[in-house]
């Protein structure tokens, strides 16, 4: 809150709208452990399947 970014809630309804066929969470609390991320990609993932949770050093090719 007041950081002006989304939920990943969020931005899984975006992803569905814009019809994406992956969605990377990125920008996460910088108070989070690497459990708490993980866990929160495996309730995004039972929502939007290919979800993965950014990560340092991730590369993604395009």
Not at 8 to 36: C, M, Q, Y
Not at 40 to 49: G, V, Y
Request: proline share 2%.
């Amino acid at each position: 809150m007041g950081w002006g970014h989304s939920t990943w809630a969020e931005g899984i309804k975006l992803a569905r709208a814009a019809k994406v066929k992956r969605l990377i969470l990125w920008h996460h609390e910088p108070s989070h452990t690497d459990l708490i991320v993980r866990k929160i990609e495996q309730e995004a993932r039972k929502h939007f399947r290919n979800c993965q949770a950014a990560y340092e050093g991730m590369k993604i090719t395009l």
